[in-house]
Nanobody
């Protein structure tokens, strides 16, 4: 089974920065899209940023200019550089990837990493 493991979350003050990482492991033949989503308490999960296999990126309006998504295909890893963090960014951040494995094409999700921004 394919696993996605996030890391890099933590507690920061408003205006600070964090860099999230998500590494995929298991029986992986190829990875198409990768992305980051977040879920705050009492709210639905929302898209933060996505990146295609050709490195085309897409961002939620709320994070444009502050967050940067990137990927290292050789390491099956996606990153999210978060700058100028705001209290509204507080959420559990989840990694997502479209993976072709021995189970076929499947969307996988990481376990989530907590990001807390204090004012």
């Amino acid at each position: 089974q394919v696993q996605l493991v996030e890391s890099g979350g933590g507690l920061v003050q408003a205006g600070g920065s964090l860099r999230l990482s998500c590494a995929a492991s298991g029986t992986i033949f190829s990875i198409n899209h990768m992305g980051w989503y977040r879920q705050a308490p009492g709210k639905q999960r929302e898209l933060v940023a996505t990146i295609t296999s050709s490195s085309t990126t897409n961002y939620a309006d709320s994070v444009k200019g502050r967050f940067t998504i990137s990927r290292d295909n050789a390491k099956d890893t996606v990153y999210l550089q978060m700058n100028s963090l705001e209290p509204e960014d507080t959420a559990v951040y989840y990694c997502n990837a479209g993976v072709y494995s021995d189970r076929g094409w499947t969307d996988y999700w990481g376990q989530g990493t907590q990001v807390t921004v204090s004012s």
